[in-house]
Every structure is written in structure tokens, then in C-alpha cells.
């Protein structure tokens, strides 16, 4: 059974073109004009009163018709006899079906929509002017996007049949292209490609290939693959293989702890028996989490544990501060679900002001922020490289509920991390997670209160910002809820 564990949402670069061109019909004569040539042909020369009674025209039309045919260059009159023309002739021996067929050119005009990276026919309806908190894909090739009118008139010249496909024209199998006159750039936008990773029970991970609509050819689907795959192997780290361990020991994880090898974690035993038995190896108020917390299931898994553990609090108690610390990933939250799990998360709190961004800083000055709904109290922090590598992710709300996250790497899968780990509502856990939280986001770190300053090209954040801040401990029972900021910072 394969499961989502992560969606990523890429954008390619596209511009829309308007090209002048000529093209060739390939069109059949009148009903008439044709049975009559058929008819010489099949006699190779017919004298005129002849047709004119086996058509049944009169004088006067027999005459029309003569004349039209002459104009064509169809037939050669001589003394009271017709034949057909070579030039006749040899429309019937280029045509596949036995019939005369014969061009002409016409005026075409087509606004045509290219990605830039193989400059294939896109959709560029509705498509967005800006590629928001999406991955890019940015053209490898700079002179060739430099010379995109002169590109674009190749890749018209090469998808023509597909273009006319795309555009419902009627009679496309009778059209070709002559020649292009004129190519003129205009707007430019992007198209969102979302891919969508899935994991089985044997640990295997597969993804779908990017959907670049029904215009586009095989190679372009696989050359952008390919970019695809470039840029995740690029983020491989094998050296993250023993993180489930350490993850497992500070979260007094058992269940995790059971299914650790010496290389690393038995992804088909921990799969198997974790996500695909029929009973829980968690102790009630703890469920595993297999996946980004932004995918479906696991969104309204926390959700609904949020809900339950809100509505159970003494005396009606609510949080007013929650908080969700984001790994350092330059591909995490890069889709719109993020942003949906965040305004999903918020309203079970119950105040959708109440969950604050916690991002790595390295995320901004990548330009790379996740695609979430950001409270104005973001803070960003610095990863401290020693203790968990920038893979760990929290989401916290204090005191009733946290999850905890490893992001851990595939074997045989470079640059594919997938988050593992619970959602508690074990007051014990709860407050490690705080005390996790304090550990790698605040004390000492770099932390600033959003949007951070920016000068030479490399962001200013407050060191120490928070450091002055008294820290509140968890402690179940009637006293409710208790935030994990003492006072409100000031910047």
C-alpha cells in the first residue's frame, strides 16, 4: 500500500508568443469539377458532348465547367475532346486515396503559449505572474533564453500538428505549415507543477511525473524530470543515517528504538509494523506520524488531536500562543497544502493568530520560504548544526499537545527525506518537545522577529533577542493553559 509523504510544488518559467505565419491546405475540388476529372481520367480523353450528357448540364454549363478546369490547369482542350493535364495527373499519384487534392496558402496568426526550459506548448491560462513560494526551475541554458523568439519559432515549427491539436482546428490533418513570418514575445508567467511522493511498504519511494499538459511531448516530460531529480540529489546527505537513533533516546521513542539497525532504520519492519498492523505499539494519547504534516491524512490527524485536546482542558482553558518549527529543507512547505495545514492547525486552536512561524534563516537568505500563511510574529532561528542537523520539526501547543518530527534520509533514494515520528498528548513528551523548542530556536541563537532586515544581500538577524525571556514550565492539571512566552518580545 503506498502512502503520500511529501508534495512538492516546482514552477517553470513560460512566455506567451504571437506568431505570424503561412500555411499550406491541402483541399478537394468542388463535388463537380472533381467527378468530372475522375471521370476523364478513367478514359483518358472524352469528347465534350460525351460528359455534358453523362453529367446532364446544359450548354451554358458545360461551358462554365470547361472553363474552370482550363483555369486550373486541369485539362487540355482539343478539337471537340478533353484529357487531363500532367500537372492533373500528378495530383493523383501524390494523393494517398486516389483523389486530386490541391493547395493553397493562407494567412495564419496563433498566440502560443512555451515553458522556457524546453519550450514545449503549455497552458498559460490562469496561470500565475509570479511564482510565490514554489521551487524554481530555472532555464540551464542562458543564451538559448536569451534568444527565445528564435527558439519559439523552432518549437512552433516542430509542435505545430500538437498546436493545432490544442486549439480544436478542424481541419489540422489538411494544414501545414509554410513558413513562420513573425515571432513577438509577450507576458511572461509560470506553470505550477506539483509532485507528489509515495512511499510503500517496503520503503520504496516513487513519484509522478511532472504534468506539463496534454501538449507536451515525452522528452520535455523527461528533461524536466531529470532537472527534478538533479536538484533533489543535490540536498543528499548520507551522513543523517543515525538520526532516528538520536531522535528516538530524546523523545524516549520505544517504539522507534525497536527498529533501528546498525546502518540505520529498518524502513520495511518499522513500516510494516508501525503504519500497517492492525493494532497501536503507541500508548494511548500518542499516534505516529509517517509524512510531512502538511499531507491530507496527517493534517487531519493533528487537527483533530488538536481539537480533542482543547476541548478537554480544565475549565475551558485556551492557548494563546502555538508554534511550528520548520527543518531547515529548501523544499519543505513549498506547496499550497502547507499553507492550508497552517490555517487548519490555527482554527483548532481556536485563535488563527495564535500559531507562529518558527524558520530556519538560512530559508530566507535562499530565498526560499515555505508556502504558509506567516503570522507577523515569525521568527527565524539558526539550525545548531551539532544536534540535529537542521532535520528535526516541532509543532507545539503548549501545554496540551506537540509533534514531533525527524526528517530522515531514504536509502538508495539521494535527497529524499522523510519526516517520521508521533503526535502526543503525553504531558511527559509535551514538555521535552518545549524544552527541544527552547533549545534550538531561542537561548542564543540568531532569532529575529519577521520580516528581518536585509543589508549587502545577506539578512540582519537579532542575536539574542529572545534571551531575557522567562520561560514558563509546563504543569498539567486545573491551571490550564499555560504559554511557552512568558511576556511578549519586543524588537
Known sequence: MKREVDRITYSIPA???FIESYVSKNERLPVVTEFAVRIVRIVREMPILTLRAFLGLSE???ASLLADLEQQRLIDVTDDAIALTQYAISHFEESSDELPRFSSIEKRSDRVDFELLTFCPVNGRDAPKH?????????TDGQALAQSNLRAEKAYQDHFDRILRSKDVRDRKRTDLYKVTSVEADRSFYIPVSIKIDLDESGTYSRNPPDLGPAAPPESIDEVDSLISDGLRAR???SLSDLPMRFSEHFEDKVLAQFMLKNGLNWPAYLASVYEGSRS??????YPVLGNLYVERN???????IRDAMAAAPGGKQCTNAFWMAPDSSTWGRTIEAANAF????RSIGHVTALHSILPSSLIQAGAKPNMTLSPRTLYYAPPEAAWKGRLELLLVPPFIAVCLIHVPLPDAPGINVPIGFVTRDPRRVEIARQTLIENACGNRFVAVSPPRSKGGRVQVADEVYLGLQYVPIVAGPAGCQTLFAKTPTT
Do not use: C, H
Not at 505499539?281 to 500518542?286: K, N, P, R, S
Not at 490555517?343 to 490555527?346: G, K, M, P, Q
Open 15 to 17: 512566455r506567451t508568443f
Open 60 to 62: 451554358q454549363e458545360t
Open 131 to 139: 511564482p510565490g513560494r514554489t521551487i524554481v526551475l530555472e532555464p
Open 236 to 238: 543528499s546527505d548520507s
Open 281 to 286: 505499539l503507541y500508548a494511548e494519547g500518542t
Open 299 to 305: 493534517r487531519d490527524l493533528v487537527s483533530q488531536q
Open 343 to 346: 490555517e487548519s492547525f490555527a
